[in-house]
Antibody
Framework: QVQLEESGGGVVQPGRSLRLSCAAS????????MHWVRQAPGKGLEWVAV????????FYGDSVKGRFAISRDNTKNTLYLQMNSLRAEDTAVYYC?????????????WGQGTTVTVSS | AIQLTQSPSSLSASVGDRVTVTCRAS??????LAWYQQKPGRAPKLLIS???SMVSGVPSRFSGGGSGTVFTLTISSLQPEDFATYYC???????????FGQGTKVEIK
């Protein structure tokens, strides 16, 4: 079945780095754009970044621009999020999500999330 | 960037009630609006795309409507499994961003 599984979360000190991974299965990963979306404790959803199906374009939310980098390895069916210069406000559950095919610009498959805690 | 404002932020309703959640955009949306359902401790689930297109497997009691700057999600007869938080979402390519509303929590009365 179609599945996304995040990993790499944990507790990290402010200013340090962390890399998240998202393993995809059950669909042709290289045909889909992919997102990272986060949710701070008790808060709503915040879009973080998107990467096109071939990695040719990447876009970021304002709060992470210049600090986070999204990438993918289509040979490994894996999405990544490199997070640098982490701040307390980056503490959240991070979800990877698949962009729907077509023109709807929605996220039709989600992983279960991985928790990142930035604290000294 | 386009801002999305949902109302109400929370509501209490009973099983069988008709419930409507509104999402207002700060500018007209041309790329379509989506709705998601999220239950505590779970990932969001796509319910509706392109303003009113139902996702396969979503019960028919859910419907989406609206255009321009005002959109609605309606649950025609609330069921126990519908108690959750609902988010609207839109995409804009100038600048290239995806935006979520702040969420509407539907609670049991």
């Amino acid at each position: 079945q179609v599945q996304l599984e995040e990993s790499g979360g944990g507790v990290v000190q402010p200013g340090r780095s962390l890399r998240l991974s998202c393993a995809a299965s059950g669909f042709t990963f290289s045909s889909y754009g992919m997102h990272w979306v986060r949710q701070a404790p008790g808060k709503g959803l915040e879009w973080v970044a998107v990467i096109w199906y071939d990695g040719g374009n990447k876009f970021y939310g304002d709060s992470v621009k210049g600090r986070f980098a999204i990438s993918r390895d289509n040979t490994k069916n894996t999405l990544y999020l490199q997070m640098n210069s982490l701040r307390a406000e980056d503490t959240a559950v991070y979800y990877c999500a698949r962009e729907s095919l077509g023109f709807s610009s929605t996220m039709d498959v989600w992983g279960q999330g991985t928790t990142v805690t930035v604290s000294s | 960037a386009i801002q999305l404002t949902q109302s109400p932020s929370s509501l209490s309703a009973s099983v069988g009630d008709r419930v409507t959640v509104t999402c207002r955009a700060s500018q007209g949306i041309t790329s379509g609006l989506a709705w998601y359902q999220q239950k505590p401790g779970r990932a969001p689930k796509l319910l509706i795309s392109d303003d009113s297109s139902m996702v396969s497997g979503v019960p028919s009691r859910f419907s989406g409507g609206g255009s321009g700057t005002v959109f609605t999600l309606t649950i025609s007869s609330l069921q126990p499994e519908d108690f959750a938080t609902y988010y609207c979402q839109q995409f804009n390519n100038h600048p290239y961003t995806y935006t979520f509303g702040q969420g509407t929590k539907v609670e049991i009365k």
